[in-house]
C-alpha cells in the first residue's frame, strides 16, 4: 500500500510538472495565440525557400552520379548565402511534414528549458511553480514571447547568450549530460543568424575580463564555450562549401558593407571621386549611390538585385575593399557613423516588427505571406517596453551592491549581449527587431534578482 500510495503521489507530481511545463510554453507562444497564426516576417520566406533549395541540394548529392543534379546545383547558386541554411532548415521542414505552428512551439520549448536550467542554477531549493512564474511574467511582460512566436532566428541570439553565461557563471556543475546540452546550445544557436558568431566571440572575452577567478582555474568552462564556437564555425564552413564551393562562413553574402558606407556617406564620396579611374563595377551605378541600404541591395529597381550573376559576383568581390577604402579616406565621417548607427540599434527595441494580423500560405515549393502595416497598438506596447526596461535597469543598480558574486556575472553578460547587439547595428541598418529579441535579457535578470532577494528575505524570517 505505500508503494502505490507512493507512485500515486509521484504521478501527480509528474502531471502537475506537465502541466506547469505546458503553462510556460503557452505563454511564450501567446502572441501567435493571439494572432491565431505564427508571426512572420518579410525574412520568413527567404528562410523556407531557402530549407527547400538545402533540401534539393542534399538530394543533388545523391543525383550527381545518376547524371542528375544539374538544375539543383543551378538553383542553390542562385540562393542568397546569406541566410542561414540551418534556420532554414528548421523552418522548412517543421512547415511541410506538420505545420508551421511547430516551428515557434519548438522555439517555446526551447526557451522554457533553457530558462529552467537558469532559475534552477541561481535560486536553487526553489518550488517548481516559481520557476513557471518566472516564466510566464517574461512572456507577459517583455519582448521574449514576441521573438519567440516570431518566425525568425531572432530567439536564437538570445538563447546562445545564456547558454553562454551558464557556462561561465560560477554556479556548480550541470553534470556530464548539462555540458552536453550546453555545448549543443551554443553551437546550434550560433549557426542560426550570421551575427551571432561576433557576438559570442565577445561574450567570451567579456566573461574572461569581468569574471574574477582565473581563466586557468576555469578552463573547462571556457574550453566548452570555444569547442562550441569552433564547432559552429566548421558547420558553416562545410555549407559554404558543400553548397556553394566556397571556403567562407558566409557564402554568396550580398554587399552590405558597401550599402552601409552608400548611405552612411564615406563610400559615396569616395566613388564620386575616383570613379571611373579605379576600374570598379560600382563605377557602373553613379545614378544610384543616394539608394537606402535596403532600396541597394532588395529592391529590383535597386543596384544588387537587378544585376545579373557575374555582375552580383563582382558586387560581392568589390565590398569589403569599397568599405575599406572610403573608411580610411573618410574616418571622422565613418566613425560618427558607426557611432550613431550604434547608439541608434541600442534605443530601438519596440515591437514595431513583430506583426499582428499576419501569416502565412505555403506549399512545399513556395510561400505567400500576407503582412499588414505597422498598428497604432504596437507604439502602447513599445513604450510599456521601454518602461519596463529602464525601470529594470534602475532596479538593478540599486541592488548591485548586496547581490552575489553570480548574479552580478550574470548581469554583466546579459547587458553585454545588449551592447554587442547595438555594436552589431555600426555597419549593418539598425532596425528594432534587432535590439528586441535581446533586450528582454535585461528585465529577466532583474526579476531573477528579485525573486533570489524574495527568498533570501523569506529564509531570515524563518
Known sequence: M???RHS????????NRVLLFICEIASLCLPALINQAPLVYPDTRSYFMGGRAAIEKVAGLFAHHAGGGASVEATVQKARGVRSAFYALFTYIPAVSVSLWLVIVLQAIIVASVLRLLFRLAIPGRERWQTTA???????????????????????????ALCIAITLVSWGEPGRRGWFWLTLGIGGSMVMHMTNLPIALGLLVVGGVMIRKPIWHKRH???????????????????GVVGFHQWTIAPQSPPFLLARSLQDGPGRLYLLKHCPQIGLDMCKHLDKLDLPTEKFIWDDDGVYSAASPEEEAQLRAEDKGIYIAAALEHPWMQAAAMARNAFVQLITFGIYEYYIPSWAEYTTSDMKL??????PWQTVISVVEYGIVFGSLGFIAFSWRTLPL??????IMMIATVLLEALAGAISEPVPRYEA??????PMTALLIWFSSHRAWHLNRA
Open 2 to 4: 505505500a508503494l502505490i
Open 8 to 15: 500515486g503521489r509521484t504521478s501527480v507530481e509528474y502531471l
Open 134 to 160: 518566472f516564466i510566464v511574467a517574461l512572456a507577459l511582460l517583455t519582448t521574449v514571447s514576441w521573438a519567440t512566436c516570431n518566425v525568425m532566428p531572432d530567439i536564437f541570439t538570445s538563447i546562445m
Open 221 to 239: 568552462r571556457y574550453m566548452v564555450v570555444s569547442q562550441a564556437i569552433i564547432g559552429g564555425v566548421a558547420a558553416m564552413l562545410v555549407v
Open 370 to 375: 500576407h503582412i499588414p502595416d505597422q498598428a
Open 406 to 411: 553570480p548574479l552580478r556575472q550574470l548581469a
Open 437 to 442: 529579441r535581446v533586450i528582454w535579457l535585461i
